[in-house]
């Protein structure tokens, strides 16, 4: 699932077209591209799922409101997510990338995917689908994508 997420992201991202919505057509492609069918339906239901998240009303706890938050991680959290992978979400909430809202669409998106463990390189593709697929974020999400392709070796993640 998690490589058909990268696959959506990597090809359409950076393209003028715009993405195809239509679910035939999208499957379609995908299948052709060599992705099964099962697989395929699990990515676009975690991309419906990530869009449903910005509906205030479907999930009043991301209400952005919240001026500063401490995340306490469950244990199943913690037993996903390795330390160095929450540590970087600290990290990106000091810096002002992640707000409470967008860090909580994050944790909701990696809790989802269909992996045993999530590691820190996963979970910053998955902090770059979600600021992109968050209007306003578009800051947080060059910022992000800086951070990850343009800072020099050598920083703390």
């Known amino acids: 699932m998690f490589d058909i997420l990268m696959y959506l992201f990597e090809n359409f991202i950076h393209s003028d077209v ?13 299948t052709r591209a060599g992705f099964r069918q099962q697989e395929i339906h699990k990515a676009l239901a975690w991309l ?4 449903d998240l910005q ?18 991680f469950t ?3 913690t037993a996903r997510i390795d330390c160095a992978s929450r540590g ?5 909430e000091n810096l002002g990338v992640l707000d409470f809202a967008t860090r909580e669409m994050v944790m909701d998106r ?9 590691t820190l390189d996963d979970l910053k593709w998955v902090v770059l689908m979600v600021l992109f697929n968050v209007p306003g974020c578009e800051d947080a999400y060059n910022q992000m994508e800086g951070l990850l392709f343009e800072e020099p070796e050598g920083l703390l993640h």
Do not use: C
């Not at 970087?88 to 990106?92: A, C, H, I, R, S």
């Open 18 to 30: 715009e993405v195809e919505v239509n679910h035939d057509e999208l499957t379609d492609e995908l």
């Open 110 to 118: 990696v809790m989802e995917l269909d992996m045993p463990e999530v």
């Open 55 to 72: 509906d205030s009303q479907a999930k009043p706890y991301l209400n952005r409101s919240h001026e500063r938050t401490t995340r306490v």
């Open 75 to 77: 244990a199943e959290e």
């Open 48 to 51: 419906e799922r990530l869009a």
């Open 88 to 92: 970087f979400l600290m990290y990106l």
